[in-house]
T-cell receptor
Framework: DSGVTQTPKHLITATGQRVTLRCSPR?????VYWYQQSLDQGLQFLIQ???????AKGNILERFSAQQFPDLHSELNLSSLELGDSALYFC?????????????FGPGTRLTVL | TQLLEQSPQFLSIQEGENLTVYCNSS?????LQWYRQEPGEGPVLLVT?????EVKKLKRLTFQFGDARKDSSLHITAAQPGDTGLYLC??????????FGPGTRLSVLP
């Protein structure tokens, strides 16, 4: 158990819908990262927050947005869902802003868009 | 766009064999990490290498960071079924951004 929690574990929805994925980092960790993992594209970095502020942005679509709240939990919002958005979404946390800091990954949310 | 390539993509070996997997890029990284991911779980960090030419050993696993900080290798000695999983390398650039490779899926048969 990494100490990072993600809810829900599974999510099934339809195209065009909007969903929210939630992540609680390890106690004391200030950084939260979001990743998308699909079979054909591996683990894709989406976005990072550090202590409530956006720190780095990866290949995140405009239909996706995220935020980190004062209690450091984070939400990833996915809207106008498409079939290709079906994937595993991981949240990771670390104590620091970046560099060689270890990232602790949650168990993931499996999103299926029908 | 920074890219990390990993080879081989798939590897199936017998218990007791040795193997090496590779992580390559045309970009220079400030550090590089190796993770192992098991089915249905998130990746777990194995090692971080930060110095060009660095070699780190973790029991039967040996990690090397290339002199030019563009590539890395993971060597497993006497592989065991418990080593089965997806091995991911992740590069950290000087802007502190992470990029993951596509992974090597290892299967060790008893």
């Amino acid at each position: 158990d990494s100490g990072v929690t993600q809810t829900p574990k599974h999510l099934i929805t339809a195209t065009g819908q909007r969903v929210t994925l939630r992540c609680s980092p390890r106690s004391g960790d200030l950084s939260v990262y979001w990743y998308q993992q699909s079979l054909d594209q591996g683990l894709q970095f989406l976005i990072q927050y550090y202590n409530g502020e956006e720190r780095a942005k990866g290949n995140i679509l405009e239909r996706f947005s995220a935020q980190q709240f004062p209690d450091l939990h984070s939400e990833l919002n996915l809207s106008s869902l498409e079939l290709g958005d079906s994937a595993l979404y991981f949240c990771a946390s670390s104590p620091h802003s970046g560099g060689a800091a270890e990232q602790f990954f949650g168990p993931g949310t499996r999103l299926t868009v029908l | 766009t920074q890219l990390l390539e990993q080879s081989p993509q798939f590897l199936s070996i017998q218990e007791g064999e040795n193997l090496t997997v590779y992580c390559n890029s045309s970009s220079v990284f400030s550090s590089l990490q190796w993770y192992r991911q098991e089915p249905g779980e998130g990746p777990v960090l194995l090692v971080t290498v930060v110095t060009g030419g660095e070699v780190k050993k973790l029991k039967r696993l040996t990690f090397q960071f290339g002199d030019a900080r563009k590539d890395s290798s993971l060597h497993i000695t006497a592989a065991q079924p418990g080593d089965t999983g997806l091995y991911l390398c992740a590069g950290v650039d000087y802007g502190q951004n992470f990029v993951f490779g596509p992974g090597t899926r290892l299967s060790v048969l008893p």
